[in-house]
């Protein structure tokens, strides 16, 4: 008779507890934000760096992205809207999927890239070479230096980035509905305006404190439980952009579900 | 002799691997302890046990009379300015200078330092260690030896009264390793501290301890001078460390 076969069931079981245990983990990182983030030190000079680096240094390429998305996105709009000679609707129309979706989702998007890969990466480096042990025995509470201020960081510079985001790109799509449609700066800035709703700015910059939390916290907690030297550092990075995105499209859905509702009222 | 660290009937185990089997150890005031034995018997578990980044699974340790079990944080970390660890690859802050990393630690525990004396304090320490132009330097820059004496300034800044040592002249070349070792004999001097040395390398226990503790399967099978640690009739297993180490 030949071997019995293994049996899979109890490695899904193995997954199935991992995947509940990193669950209630996440759970318990997040909740030592909320309890650390009140309590003193409040590392005002280390929040002020890390919005410099998560802030500025994305500067470059949120710009180019920005501008792209609004020139090519007025460019692939252009013809569906010409077909009803409906052109002078360009501004409206852009403004708001501009306004409510792609600016804050592209930014956040490229944000998880730039900003969560190097948050994983320099907390999981600083986890592997004992940096973090090495501040728990000076009594300095690494949590609240490290985790706190990048989170905050993150989350109060991300929504600052969706603004800026917004403006390049209905500049980017300014520059082409004027070079086609000879349209002004004045007469096309009215026409955003009022197609934009309060409700539309004040969405989209919630949703962008959201995005900026989930980058930090998430980079933070993949660095933070990173493990098995040089290999984890890359694999925390790896994982806190993946899971940041994973998340960011979730809170984008759940973020127009409610939204919807609200306009519906 | 004061004790200042008592361990007693301390057990560790990770999973299945067993490390630590009911360790008994004191440390008298004004000692250097050698904790030696082979990679992974538990000689950095056990220190990182008294600084209170593992816990303790049974038995307890009492440093400065005070039990660590159960400790809570607030007063842990009061304990923890007391002890100062130096770890084996240094782990010094990457994005800090030299001044900075020694600075880091000792604003944050000691308020009302002015600029001046925190100045004083770590130029003094980097004297000390003998690298006094490496206070602008990233930590990038300095070779192994440096960052391990950049470590051992780092810890001293906030002038504990028990060093803990692990492995410090691992991955050193043997002229870096007697300095190192002169310089574990010069803070003890200088500075009045107790400490326990973590190593497996018997030149740095012979140079620095003035008692050796040997981990052999999670106990210690062997505590005293070195002479009588190493004496003709010892352990095979220790006879074996001995012989490896000399002949290498």
Not at chain 1, 135 to 161: C, D, G, H, Q
Not at chain 1, 163 to 178: E, I, K, P, R
Not at chain 2, 6 to 25: A, M, Q, T
Request: net charge neutral.
């Amino acid at each position: 008779m030949g071997q019995m076969p293994a049996t899979k069931g109890p490695v899904i079981s193995k997954k199935i507890d991992r995947f509940f245990i990193g669950l209630a983990s996440a759970f318990l990182f997040v909740k030592r934000f909320f309890q650390e983030v009140w309590k003193p030190p409040y590392e005002f000079k280390e929040i002020a760096r890390q919005c410099y680096e998560i802030g500025y240094r994305s500067l470059p390429l949120i710009s180019l992205t920005g501008f792209i998305v609004g020139v090519v996105f007025t460019n692939q709009s252009r013809p569906s809207l010409s077909e009803f000679g409906a052109t002078s609707w360009l501004p409206a129309l852009i403004s708001i999927a501009i306004i409510r979706a792609m600016g804050p989702l592209v930014t956040a998007l490229i944000a998880a890239g730039k900003v969560g890969s190097s948050i994983g990466a320099e907390i999981g480096s600083m986890k592997v070479t004992e940096q973090i042990d090495a501040m728990e025995v000076s009594a300095i509470n690494p949590f609240k230096y490290l985790v706190v201020t990048r989170t905050l960081a993150a989350t109060f510079m991300i929504p600052v980035l969706v603004m800026y985001t917004d403006f390049v790109a209905l500049m980017g799509a300014f520059l082409n509905v004027n070079a086609n449609e000879m349209v002004s700066l004045s007469t096309f800035f009215v026409q955003v305006f009022e197609a934009v709703s309060f409700l539309d700015i004040f969405s989209s910059i919630l949703k962008s404190l959201v995005f900026g939390f989930t980058i930090g916290i998430v980079g933070c907690y993949k660095g933070y439980n990173s493990s098995k030297g040089t290999e984890g550092v890359g694999k925390a990075a790896n994982a806190a952009v993946v899971m940041a995105m994973f998340l960011i499209f979730i809170e984008e859905l759940l973020a127009l579900q409610i939204v919807n509702a609200i306009r519906a009222l | 002799m004061e004790k200042v660290v008592e361990i007693r009937d301390l057990f560790k185990s990770f999973g299945d691997n067993h490390v630590l089997r009911g360790v008994d150890l004191d440390l008298y005031k004004g000692e250097n302890l050698v904790v030696l034995g082979k990679s992974g018997t538990g000689k950095s578990v056990l220190i990182k046990i008294m600084v209170g980044l593992l816990p303790i699974d049974s038995g307890d340790i009492t440093i400065f009379g005070q039990s660590i079990k159960g400790l809570k944080l607030g007063a842990l970390n009061k304990l923890r300015l007391r002890i100062g660890f130096a770890f084996q690859h240094s782990a010094l802050y990457d994005s800090m200078t030299v001044r900075e990393n020694m600075e880091f630690p000792l604003t944050r525990n000691v308020k009302g330092l002015t600029r001046k004396e925190i100045d004083y304090r770590i130029d003094r320490l980097l004297n000390s260690v003998g690298l006094p132009q490496t206070a602008n330097q990233m930590p990038s820059e300095l070779s192994g030896g440096q960052k391990k004496r950049i470590g051992v300034a780092r810890t001293l800044v906030l002038e504990p009264e028990i060093m803990l040592y692990d492995e410090p002249t691992a991955g050193l070349d043997p002229i870096t390793c007697m300095e190192i070792n002169h310089l574990i004999n010069q803070v003890r001097e200088e500075f009045n501290t107790s400490s326990i040395v973590i190593t497996h390398d018997l030149t740095c226990a012979k140079v620095t301890g003035d008692r050796m503790a040997v981990l052999l399967d999670g106990q210690f099978g062997a505590v005293g001078t070195f002479d009588e640690v190493f004496h003709a009739e010892a352990d095979p297993r220790i006879k074996s460390f001995y012989d490896y180490n000399f002949i290498q």
